[in-house]
């Protein structure tokens, strides 16, 4: 079956330090990736996508992420965290052909201290 | 423009009972996709409409079920509910074309069942 895994569930980070959270999916053919953000009471939000082209890709506030095809992965990066950062980082994938089917890891929780 | 809307915010129901869910996609958006979200099980898909038919569907009982109206308005139902349906229920809607995979999300409602 299609998955997605998230291997960090919970990141304590102090401001200005670096990020990076894990993410590798089982699905052999083409994919659409994606990182989703949950800030504390806010609805999720789209942090950036990937479909074809450059593997390093660039999203809103200073995040970006890797698509690896070789490791099934889409590791999500940030040079400096800051304490609006803390939230809930989910990462998803649509496999192809599945149009809006998401398939979602189990997320990561990142508390940025101040 | 006016985001993803969901009504009622918060629903509190019986076993047995049945339930109807409702989203208002953003203007201009054709397709709505429906998630439950539970600590456990994290975000599963549940099932997708375009121009008022079902494109994808998750691995859910035939309790749950959907439909999508000519305004691309969409409800979801649950019948006979059981204690495991608990859980924040959102929409997410997304536009055609190129941007036909990113999926813009409502604040959820939240159902409890007791």
């Known amino acids: 079956a299609q998955s997605v895994s998230q291997h960090n569930h919970h990141v304590i980070l102090s401001e200005a330090a670096s990020l990076e959270l894990g993410c590798n999916y089982s699905?052999?053919?083409?994919?659409?990736l994606f990182w989703y953000v949950q800030y504390p009471g806010q609805h999720l939000q789209l942090l950036l996508k990937?479909?074809?082209?450059?593997?390093l890709v660039k999203g809103i506030k200073g995040f970006e992420a890797e698509f690896i095809k070789s490791k099934f992965s889409f590791n999500l990066r940030k040079p400096s965290v800051q304490w609006s950062d803390t939230a809930e980082y989910f990462c998803?994938?649509?496999?192809?052909?599945?149009?809006?089917?998401?398939?979602f890891g189990t997320g990561t929780l990142l508390a940025v201290q101040p | 423009k006016a985001g993803v809307t969901q009504t009622p915010r918060y629903l509190i129901k019986t076993r047995g009972q049945q339930v109807t869910l409702s989203c208002s996609p953003i203007?201009?958006?054709?397709?709505v996709s429906w998630y439950q979200q539970t600590p456990g099980q994290g975000l599963q898909f549940l099932f997708e409409?375009?121009?008022?038919?079902?494109?994808n569907k998750g691995n859910f009982p035939g309790r749950f079920s959907g439909r999508q109206f000519s305004n691309s308005r969409s409800e979801m139902n649950v019948s006979t509910l059981e204690l495991g349906d608990s859980a924040l229920y959102l929409c997410?809607?997304?536009?055609?074309?190129?941007?036909?995979?990113?999926?813009?999300f409502g604040p959820g409602t939240r159902l409890t069942v007791t």
């Open positions: 997410a809607s997304s536009q055609t074309g190129d941007k036909a995979y990113e999926q813009y």
């Open positions: 998803a994938v649509i496999p192809g052909g599945a149009t809006n089917k998401l398939i």
């Open positions: 990937y479909f074809s082209g450059d593997p």
């Open positions: 699905y052999g053919g083409t994919v659409n």
């Open positions: 409409y375009f121009s008022e038919t079902q494109r």
């Open positions: 203007s201009g958006h054709r397709s």
